[in-house]
């Protein structure tokens, strides 16, 4: 039996979860509550009320298991519904009779967890790292600059910071030399970081790092590792600059096309505008040309019973 309000995070939960739901859609015995469909690559949910009342609850899930947690982790698992009209559900690989292909449904939630988990890391660690200095720096009086260009990137300034003896209490690299550690938070946000740069603030630091594509990866330390970023091996970090330069030119690609989309849907929302208002004023010079025939017609006919009169 699944429970699914312990450990959602788990892999067991997460194949606990695929697993039941493929062997409740697989089992004839409950196929007019929930079945494949005729082409195998989704399920139908038949019976919403039985599957509420007798399989959901009895079946595989704690008595208090609702319906939007269900859909939840159906969501969760990457389902999609198919048919506005029936509860039919699909996902690419989960197939009636390839029950192998879950395991990539499985690898597929894992992996998108491991990558919440770590952004939430960083998200904590800003948080954590912002309230430990935050007293300390605004009583802090202005600095000189790091003494390194400003027009320099953020990795190139980073590795000088890390790789300089002088400060290893406060940062330095880690015993592997894969990553770094900033050993002294406090110091680190009193000295390095404001002659790093004056107007670098802890949260846009951290900002950084994620955005050149270091992880947080000791939960008890502050420590921070990109795979380009190793002692020794300084000409990588070019890597990870390049690296970041596609990134930003793939944003702006996509800014641009978004913007050209926006643009044409403007263009065509006028477009509409334009030709609704003229079919308007073609109905209302139709009608008025329409109104002053019959006028005219009327006329005749009121002339032509005049003259009937008259004989």
């Known amino acids: 039996m699944l429970n699914m309000n312990e450990n959602e995070g788990s892999s067991t939960s997460i194949s606990n979860f695929i697993t039941t739901i493929y062997d409740m859609v697989d089992d004839l015995s409950s196929d007019s509550i929930i079945s494949w469909s005729q082409s195998g690559k989704s399920f139908i949910i038949w019976n919403p009320e039985e599957f509420y009342n007798n399989l959901l609850q009895t079946f595989c899930f704690k008595a208090n298991t609702n319906l939007d947690c269900f859909f939840s982790y159906l969501d969760t698992h990457d389902f999609r519904k198919i048919d506005s009209g029936k509860w039919e559900f699909a996902n690419d690989n989960f197939v009636g009779g390839q029950r192998h292909l879950i395991n990539n449904i499985i690898s597929c939630v894992i992996e998108q967890r491991v990558l ?66 900033i050993l002294n938070p406090k110091e680190f946000c009193k000295d390095l970081l404001r002659r790093f740069s004056n107007t670098l603030h802890i949260s846009l630091f951290f900002h950084k790092l994620e955005r050149f594509g270091f992880k947080k990866i000791d939960p008890k330390k502050w420590e921070f590792a990109n795979d380009n970023f190793v002692r020794d091996r300084r000409h990588l970090v070019e890597i990870i600059i390049s690296n970041d330069k596609e990134k930003q030119d793939q944003l702006r690609k996509g800014y641009a096309r978004q913007k050209k989309l926006g643009e044409a849907r403007e263009l065509f929302k006028l477009q509409i505008e334009e030709m609704l208002d003229m079919r308007k004023k073609m109905r209302k010079a139709s009608r008025k040309k329409m109104k002053k025939a019959k006028k005219v017609k009327e006329q005749e006919v009121r002339l032509q019973h005049i003259g009937l009169c008259k004989l």
């Open 116 to 181: 919440y988990d770590q952004s939430m890391d960083m998200f904590k660690a800003k948080e954590l790292f912002a309230r430990q200095v935050k007293k300390v720096e605004d009583q802090l009086p202005p600095h000189n600059s790091y003494p390194t260009s400003k027009r320099r990137p953020f990795p190139n300034k980073l590795y000088e910071m890390v790789d300089d003896p002088s400060s290893d209490a406060i940062i330095s690299w880690s015993q592997s030399g894969r990553s770094f550690i």
